[in-house]
């Protein structure tokens, strides 16, 4: 989500007014980069490569009946490589609210209408819903089966990701984002 003006101190209960667009990010990690960058001492930089953020952002009232208790009420879908990975509830199994992310962020400092703020990974405790994470994946598989199966990503991999409305309209278009490796 898209903060406004949040000054320090802003509970949960007073952060509905400060939240004022919601979208989607598709936050990567290069892990195997992870090791080599920290050994620098200049932390994990390019293992962090650009965050894409999706199309369009929609102000919370937009959400309607989705937009509840700080959390959006809708399904995220992911696609890795054209298969469908995941049809992830968002909301009820969220443990901390987009407000009580607030809550705890603004208890040290204040935020300027512009911040960025993301709730993390969707996940479900039903399996069958399946990932929008795929440490997610590997960690399932590690801890039925021993080990994980799922690699990461590579180069050319693509993953897409989607939340749709009740009338299975997309709400902030999709992120279509594909692994690009150079030398």
Do not use: Y
């Not at 937009?62 to 968002?90: C, F, K, P, S, Y």
């Not at 039925?144 to 180069?155: L, R, S």
């Amino acid at each position: 989500m898209v903060l406004g003006d949040t000054p320090m101190g802003t509970t949960a209960e007073q952060a509905a007014p400060h939240v004022r667009l919601v979208m989607l990010v598709n936050d990567v990690t290069l892990r195997n980069l992870i090791p080599p960058e920290l050994a620098k001492g200049f932390g994990f930089f390019q293992a962090k490569p650009a965050t894409a953020f999706s199309p369009v952002a929609v102000t919370p009232d937009e959400l309607g009946g989705a937009w509840r208790e700080g959390r959006v009420h809708l399904t995220l879908q992911t696609w890795l490589n054209g298969q469908q990975v995941g049809d992830t509830h968002a909301g009820p199994e969220m443990h901390f609210s987009f407000f009580d992310l607030v809550a705890h962020l603004a208890k040290t400092r204040s935020f300027t209408a512009g911040t960025v703020l993301g709730s993390g990974t969707v996940s479900n405790e039903d399996r069958a819903r399946g990932i929008s994470c795929l440490v997610e994946r590997r960690m399932i598989e590690t801890i039925d089966e021993g080990a994980p199966k799922t690699p990461f990503m590579k180069h050319g991999d693509r993953v897409e990701i989607e939340m749709k409305n009740e009338r299975g309209e997309s709400v902030f278009g999709r992120i279509d984002q594909r692994v690009r490796v150079t030398g």
